[in-house]
């Protein structure tokens, strides 16, 4: 299986600090992204409850009797204390995105999640020059 990545994330957001947390996935869900038929365009995490939560996150239902939400939303799974920093940083502003699903060395799927902050449009405009400046570095070797 190939991680499934939000490519948007970098270009949007630019990262402070990275955390792994687990998913809670009904097995239809953790079939279907093993398979690669999931969706993290539009992604976001929220707290409720002291909870996190990431919504948005399509995951293409397959063929079979049982069938799950494309777009239910799944709690993720952090230790007490990574959870209340997360929460305390969210009152400066920042904001908390999903990067990518994997599957750990113990065959596991987890989300990798970002505090972030979002960038400006001339950030933005920067992130384009280096990276069509290391393409052009790339074609001329």
């Not at 007490?80 to 969210?90: M, P, R």
Request: proline share 2%; with cysteine; net charge positive.
């Amino acid at each position: 299986m190939q991680s499934i990545v939000n490519r948007k994330a970098k270009f949007e957001y630019t990262f402070i600090d990275t955390y792994t947390a687990g998913i809670c996935l009904l097995g239809t869900e953790v079939k279907a992204i093993k398979d690669g038929k999931a969706s993290m365009v539009d992604t976001y995490c929220i707290f409720d409850k002291d909870e996190l939560w990431v919504k948005g996150l399509g995951i293409t239902p397959g063929p079979g009797a049982f069938q799950h939400e494309a777009l239910r939303d799944k709690k993720l799974l952090l230790r007490k204390k990574e959870l209340k920093k997360l929460s305390s940083s969210l009152d400066k502003g920042l904001t908390i995105i999903p990067i990518k699903i994997f599957v750990d060395e113990r065959n596991r799927l987890k989300m990798e999640i970002a505090l972030a902050k979002g960038k400006k449009l001339y950030d933005k405009r920067e992130s384009i020059k280096e990276r069509d400046v290391e393409r052009d570095l790339r074609r001329m070797h």
